[in-house]
Nanobody, 119 residues
């Protein structure tokens, strides 16, 4: 089975930084990424990275967050700089396996790690 284990969440003040890590086991994944869910809001994509290193970011985090991965370790990272109050959310690691040319996929999820930005 596939397991995703996140780490690195915590409490920080605005402007500070955190780095999240997610270690995947069980199988190789095509895309890996980070989603977040704030209280009262839907889960949203934060950043995604393909197996080849292609990245995609939510507009709200562009220029502040950087996603990277180490394929040999099956690990994805999210460097979060200049954190803002509205970055507060539970952050979930996502691993995706593409199963069709049309883009159908199977998603695997970690349990989440809480990031709280507060002054």
């Amino acid at each position: 089975q596939v397991q995703l284990v996140e780490s690195g969440g915590g409490l920080v003040q605005p402007g500070e930084s955190l780095r999240l890590s997610c270690v995947a086991s069980g199988r190789r994944l095509d895309n890996m990424g980070w989603y977040r869910q704030a209280p009262g809001k839907d889960r949203e994509l934060v950043a995604r990275i393909s197996s080849g290193g292609n990245t995609n970011y939510a507009d709200s985090v562009k220029g502040r967050f950087t996603i990277s991965r180490d394929n040999s370790k099956n690990t994805v990272y999210l460097q979060m700089n200049n954190l803002r109050l509205d970055d507060t959310a539970v952050y979930y690691c996502n691993g995706r396996v593409i199963v069709s040319v049309e883009g159908a996929a199977i998603d695997y999820w970690g349990k989440g790690t809480m990031v709280t930005v507060s002054s």
